[in-house]
């Protein structure tokens, strides 16, 4: 299996739209993490661009992720990646969190898109 989370400087990303890259992570049968790369996400916006394709083409099958619009969240189940919003701090410390069970869906939507109309 493999999760994905949006990216800055090592910490979950609060906007999934804008982030700076993605942490893709894969998992063992033992749910622990055994490989760990990183994608650039195309110009502009996340939700408008190809990039839940490209994800679930990597295997991608869960985003962590921070805030994430309504749109978004449908476009990723749309290509089988569930998502689980609400995440916060370090990338890795999020994912292992995540293994551990310790992660639930907050419905965290994001709404300022000012600098990405029309969402």
């Known amino acids: 299996m493999k999760v994905a989370v949006p990216s800055r400087n ?21 749910r622990q993490i055994s490989a760990e790369e990183t994608l650039r996400p195309p110009a502009g916006c ?3 661009s190809n990039i839940a394709e490209s994800l679930a083409e990597r ?8 805030n994430m619009g309504q749109g978004a969240v449908n476009k990723l189940a749309a ?23 310790k992660l639930t869906d907050a419905p965290v939507v994001c709404s300022d898109h000012g600098s990405c109309p029309g969402h």
């Open 10 to 30: 090592g910490e979950v990303d609060s906007h999934f739209g804008h982030c700076e890259y993605f942490t893709v992570f894969s998992f063992n049968e033992q």
């Open 46 to 48: 996340g939700c408008k």
């Open 79 to 101: 290509a089988g990646i569930s998502v689980i919003r609400g995440c916060s701090g370090p990338v890795r410390q999020a994912v292992e969190d995540y293994a551990a069970g």
């Open 59 to 66: 295997g991608v099958r869960l985003m962590l992720a921070g």
